[in-house]
Nanobody, 122 residues
Framework: VQLQASGGGLVQPGASLTLSCTASGFTLERISIGWFRQAPGKERERVSCLSSRDGTTFYADSVKGRFTISSDKAKNTVYLQMNSLTPEDTAVYYC????????????????WGQGTLVTVSS
């Protein structure tokens, strides 16, 4: 059972990036995935979740309106489309299995991707 995160990079403020999280060993029909991030010197924070049970999404206030989480079940992949990036979005982004929906979603079961670095800088 693995999660593989990818898509990070160095971009300028205002740019867009799409992160991908591909699951192997289980299907998105039965598990939910969320995105988390950890900036230098800060605690890991919850960014966005997508419930496989009811499709409910969650977004942190800091990314609401700019980020969109989606999934392609045929590819067993969850995406995080990030628009209008700012330097405050600079962090290592992780995907993880989650439980709960909406504001109650949280990481669970201990499955984490390896992290992908997003750097927003001019």
């Amino acid at each position: 059972v693995q999660l593989q995160a990818s898509g990070g990079g160095l971009v300028q403020p205002g740019a867009s990036l799409t992160l991908s999280c591909t699951a192997s060993g289980f299907t998105l029909e039965r598990i939910s995935i969320g995105w988390f991030r950890q900036a230098p010197g800060k605690e890991r924070e919850r960014v966005s979740c997508l419930s496989s049970r009811d499709g409910t999404t969650f977004y942190a206030d800091s990314v609401k309106g700019r980020f969109t989480i989606s999934s392609d079940k045929a590819k067993n992949t969850v995406y995080l489309q990030m628009n209008s990036l700012t330097p405050e979005d600079t962090a290592v982004y992780y995907c993880a299995t989650t439980v709960g929906s909406g504001t109650k979603c949280h990481a669970a079961d201990g499955y984490w991707g390896q992290g992908t670095l997003v750097t927003v800088s001019s």
